[in-house]
């Protein structure tokens, strides 16, 4: 009988470990943006490559300050896609929204229509839950075919509560007011007028 019940006890076993494994968490920073529809026909175009991020933040799983100098790595808490995706998706959606254009990146756009070329390196990606959520990042925007650029850095940290949620809501907020941010510029320099920072 014990032959009999012996790998039945370790099936049973094995499926219980498996069925108490907490579950995991993902999250989007584009997710719930609301975004303005684009005009019919666009005065100007924009183009995002993608966005740079620290190497510490190139995971799927939230990287979390929790003490001066120590950071934990979070398994069941994630991004849907890796960090650099999640802010270049979200920021793209921000500046276009406010614009009313179209991110055309690797798109072909009509014949002598604007194109600004947005590039964006994050330095600077913190979360502490229940404290803040920052990034600090250097931005420039470039009319394709000029010369010109416009590089500028913006500083974006925003109080949060307690939670995950109320975290991601944080770095979602902090990549509006940056892509408000660039959008400011686009704008500006679209419109002839001498921008700055």
């Not at 014990?2 to 498996?18: I, N």
């Not at 009319?143 to 949060?160: D, F, H, K, N, P």
């Amino acid at each position: 009988m014990m032959r009999v019940f012996g790998p039945v006890m370790v099936a049973v076993l094995v499926l219980g470990g498996c069925a108490s494994s907490p579950p995991e968490h993902f999250y989007s920073l584009s997710n719930g943006l609301g975004v303005a529809a684009p005009t019919a026909r666009a005065a100007y175009y924009i183009e995002m490559p993608a966005v740079t991020v620290p190497k510490q933040v190139t995971r799927n799983q939230l990287l979390v300050t929790t003490g001066e100098g120590r950071m934990d790595l979070l398994e069941q808490e994630r991004w849907a896609a890796p960090p650099a995706a999640e802010i270049g998706q979200a920021l793209s959606l921000a500046v276009s929204g406010e614009l009313g254009t179209i991110d055309a990146f690797r798109t072909p756009v009509p014949e002598n229509a604007p194109v600004y070329r947005i590039s964006t390196n994050v330095q600077r990606f913190e979360s502490a839950p229940g404290r803040y959520a920052l990034i600090d990042a250097v931005w420039s925007v470039r009319l394709v075919g000029s010369t010109q650029v416009l590089t500028c850095r913006s500083v974006a940290q925003e109080m949060v509560g307690a939670g995950y949620d109320a975290l991601v809501a944080g770095h979602r907020r902090a990549v509006v007011r940056i892509g408000s941010d660039i959008a400011k510029a686009v704008r500006a320099l679209a419109a002839g007028e001498k921008s700055g920072c």
